[in-house]
C-alpha cells in the first residue's frame, strides 16, 4: 500500500473543469456546440450581453447612461412602471448571412434586458430620453415631494 499525499485543491480543480466543461456547450455558436473545439471562436455571438450602463443622481434628477453602439434607435425600448426603469433592446449580428466567413465574433449580438428600481417618485411626464454616438441617456427629473426644501424657523 502506498502513501499518497493529500492534495486539498486537487477536488475543487476537478470541480472547476466539470463545471466548465458542463457549460463549454453554452459557450459556443451552435455549429461547434458538440464538435469538441472548445475554442470558443464564435462564443460572443450567441452569449447573452448586457450593455454597461452608468447611473447618476443630483437633487432634482437620476441619469441613466447605458453603452448600445451599434444599435439603432428603433431597436431600443425603455419603460417606467412606478419606480422601476427598464430598458430592452436587440443588437442584430450585421452580417447574418456571411456568419461562416467569420474567423473570430467577440462582440456580443442579441436580446437585453435591464431592470432598475430607482428608488424615489420621479415625474412621468417629463422624463427625457436620448441617443447619440450609441450612449443612450435617459434623465428622469425627482418629483417635487423629495426635492430639500429650506423651512423657516420663525421666533416665537
Known amino acids: 500500500m502506498a502513501i499518497v499525499r493529500f492534495d486539498p485543491f486537487r477536488e475543487l480543480d ?5 463545471v466548465n466543461r458542463l457549460f463549454e456547450g453554452y459557450t459556443q455558436a451552435p455549429e461547434q456546440r458538440g464538435a469538441g473545439t472548445g475554442n470558443g471562436q464564435m462564443a460572443a455571438a450567441t452569449r447573452l450581453w448586457s450593455p ?3 447611473v447618476a443622481e443630483n437633487q432634482n434628477e437620476i441619469v441613466l447612461r447605458a453603452e448600445l453602439p451599434g444599435m439603432k434607435q428603433e431597436d431600443i425600448d425603455i419603460e417606467l412602471t412606478g419606480d422601476t426603469l427598464t430598458l430592452r433592446g436587440d443588437r442584430k449580428f450585421e452580417n447574418e448571412e456571411r456568419r461562416e466567413d467569420f474567423v473570430r465574433v467577440e462582440r456580443a449580438y442579441g436580446r437585453f434586458q435591464r431592470s432598475f428600481t430607482l428608488g424615489v417618485p420621479v415625474q412621468h411626464d417629463q422624463v427625457k430620453a436620448s441617443y ?3 450612449v443612450l441617456e435617459v434623465h428622469l ?3 417635487e415631494d423629495t426635492k430639500p426644501r429650506k423651512v423657516q424657523v420663525s421666533v416665537g
Open 14 to 18: 476537478r470541480l472547476q473543469s466539470e
Open 52 to 54: 454597461a450602463v452608468d
Open 132 to 134: 447619440r454616438d450609441g
Open 141 to 143: 427629473p425627482k418629483s
